[in-house]
């Protein structure tokens, strides 16, 4: 009698943690997450981004990715952006301005302002906020106010956009985020 109420009690404990487990909606952090950080910068809509044009003073200047990830340049019209590394932004840009109206241009783009990041959950105050490169979930937080007393402290869920696909996964605090990504802090259990 007393093995078969210890079988029972084994049982309903190993239901117990299999339902709380799987209550938890744990998603580890896909290899892709952490390969993303590693790579060089996709544009995105909402980069602002410096063209400089050598010995074209009237082209050279800041220009905004819309949200249908394009920019509009002048002569040229709208090129598409999205996704566009800063070196294939430049070569766009120059065989554009080559197809009738420079000879032989020289174009230099950098990123005047990174597109935001997003912040929500256990922070002091969740919203929107600028981006800067090299920059960790602990210091999202940070500028999010820190913090609630009810947050989980240890790890944070990010949504990234990765090759077009939307993924989420959960990371440890001194990951590193990228521009356009929402991250949200969990409230602990206990």
């Given at each position: 009698m007393l093995a078969k109420i210890g079988t029972t009690y084994?049982?309903?404990?190993?239901a117990a943690v299999a339902v709380l487990g799987g209550c938890s909606g744990y998603r580890p952090a896909p290899a892709a997450f952490h390969e993303a950080t590693i790579q060089p910068y996709q544009l995105g809509a909402g980069d602002r981004l410096r063209?400089?044009?050598f010995d074209q003073e009237e082209l050279t200047g800041t220009y905004s990715i819309d949200q249908a990830g394009y920019i509009s340049f002048p002569l040229v019209g709208s090129l598409p952006a999205r996704g566009q590394t800063l070196q294939q932004m430049e070569s766009a840009l120059a065989a554009a301005l080559r197809n009738g109206y420079l000879r032989d241009p020289d174009v230099t783009v950098e990123v005047d302002q990174y597109r935001s990041f997003f912040i929500m959950g256990e922070v002091g105050a969740a919203g929107q906020y600028s981006y800067v490169p090299g920059m960790t979930v602990?210091?999202?937080i940070a500028i999010?106010?820190?913090f609630t007393s009810r947050a989980n402290q240890a790890n944070a869920d990010i949504t990234r956009t990765i090759n077009g696909e939307v993924m989420t996964g959960r990371v440890i605090i001194s990951d590193p985020i990228m521009a356009g990504d929402t991250i949200y802090?969990?409230?602990r259990l206990f």
């Amino acid at each position: 009698m007393l093995a078969k109420i210890g079988t029972t009690y084994i049982l309903l404990s190993l239901a117990a943690v299999a339902v709380l487990g799987g209550c938890s909606g744990y998603r580890p952090a896909p290899a892709a997450f952490h390969e993303a950080t590693i790579q060089p910068y996709q544009l995105g809509a909402g980069d602002r981004l410096r063209v400089t044009v050598f010995d074209q003073e009237e082209l050279t200047g800041t220009y905004s990715i819309d949200q249908a990830g394009y920019i509009s340049f002048p002569l040229v019209g709208s090129l598409p952006a999205r996704g566009q590394t800063l070196q294939q932004m430049e070569s766009a840009l120059a065989a554009a301005l080559r197809n009738g109206y420079l000879r032989d241009p020289d174009v230099t783009v950098e990123v005047d302002q990174y597109r935001s990041f997003f912040i929500m959950g256990e922070v002091g105050a969740a919203g929107q906020y600028s981006y800067v490169p090299g920059m960790t979930v602990q210091q999202a937080i940070a500028i999010a106010g820190g913090f609630t007393s009810r947050a989980n402290q240890a790890n944070a869920d990010i949504t990234r956009t990765i090759n077009g696909e939307v993924m989420t996964g959960r990371v440890i605090i001194s990951d590193p985020i990228m521009a356009g990504d929402t991250i949200y802090v969990r409230e602990r259990l206990f």
